[in-house]
């Protein structure tokens, strides 16, 4: 049978040049931001539940910033992995101005000047409860204001290292407002604040938090007292609203692919950059998958992070992003 029909979609898809001329959404290097771990001493270690990302000694961090530069790929992000022992519950340790994360960020801008360099504002690497922030006098919530203190000290600390982007992951109200004038009064204007604006209470970071170790026995603690609801758009929007307004450069949705309905809202309304983060159980899922042989492993890779772009993200923070900057920079990248 022959049918009558002279609207084809089909003949734009016919060949793989004619459906590379007709493709709306691409990938570039320049997308990519590389969330890097680091920890003390000369070891590499593989993180268990995150196959091909390691914690990295400061001297491999250093060679990472060099391959992610090689590979045009903009940004690091850099998460520190502090010895148990030196966390106590207020998170003190964040404060000693020669601590791991600095060291690290000052190691990273001095072989790499031109490479962005973003630093979480957030207690929890260092707090011995894994939470964000200091707990309340009965040790029941996160307590927002004192919080918000101990973030503006800790942004300052971050730009003093050399941080370009400090990016407050912690979800207090407020503290876009107070980290930006903290920056200003220290002489910090040009530091940019990267908001973890809408950032859902999610059990995707189960595998970041073995990473740093902020997963403190064998529950995972609960962050939703401050972390968004992932039943909630319209709270999500607020967030982002609120942060806009205390003057956040870049704002971000995170996790990445359950919330696309998320990133394009914002993308949409916002007035600035929108980042977006696929979270370590978003590349763990996939690792897990391929190894099982269930799911192939590019695919499946280059077609979340093409999902994410297209729901309107300018910028990925990604675990895949060196070797997806590689193939990128060599033409292997097919969606
Ligand atoms: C905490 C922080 C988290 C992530 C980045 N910063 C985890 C959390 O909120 O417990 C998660 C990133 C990931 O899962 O890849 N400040």
């Not at 978003?282 to 979340?304: C, F, H, M, P, V």
């Amino acid at each position: 049978m022959k049918l009558q029909l002279s609207r084809r979609p089909r003949r734009l898809r016919r060949t793989d040049n004619i459906r590379r001329m007709v493709r709306e959404t691409h990938l570039h290097a320049s997308d990519l931001i590389w969330p890097l771990f680091v920890q003390d001493g000369s070891e590499d270690t593989e993180i268990g539940s995150m196959p091909g990302v390691f914690r990295n000694s400061i001297e491999s961090l250093v060679r990472r910033c060099q391959e992610a530069e090689k590979w045009g790929i903009p940004a690091v992000a850099v998460f520190p992995s502090i010895e148990p022992s030196l966390k106590d519950p207020v998170g003190s340790h964040g404060l000693v101005p020669d601590n791991l994360l600095y060291r690290a960020v000052r190691a990273a801008k001095e072989k790499c000047p031109n490479l962005v360099v973003i630093t979480d504002v957030a207690l929890d690497p260092y707090t011995s409860h894994g939470h964000d922030g200091l707990l309340s006098a009965d040790g029941l919530t996160v307590d927002n204001d004192s919080t918000v203190e101990a973030l503006c000290r800790l942004a300052v600390l971050e730009a003093q290292a050399g941080a370009d982007i400090v990016a407050p992951s912690d979800m207090m109200d407020g503290r876009v407002g107070a980290i930006r004038s903290a920056l200003d009064e220290a002489g910090f204007s040009d530091v940019a604040i990267l908001a973890y604006s809408a950032k859902f209470a999610s059990a995707l970071y189960g595998p970041f938090r073995d990473a740093v170790g902020s997963k403190i026995g064998k529950d995972a603690i609960s962050k939703a007292s401050y972390q968004l609801d992932p039943a909630n758009r319209r709270e999500a929007w607020l967030e982002v609203e609120l942060d806009e307004l205390e003057t956040a450069d870049i704002v971000m949705v995170k996790p990445a692919s359950y919330y696309l309905d998320i990133i394009r809202e914002v993308s949409d309304k916002s007035s600035v950059p929108v980042a977006a983060y696929q979270v370590s159980g978003e590349y763990s899922q996939i690792q897990a998958a391929a190894k099982l042989g269930w799911l192939d492993y590019e695919r499946t890779r280059n077609e979340s992070l093409i999902a994410i772009k297209r729901a309107g993200a300018d910028m990925i923070l990604t675990y895949f992003a060196r070797e997806v900057a590689e193939e990128i920079s060599l033409g292997r990248f097919c969606r």
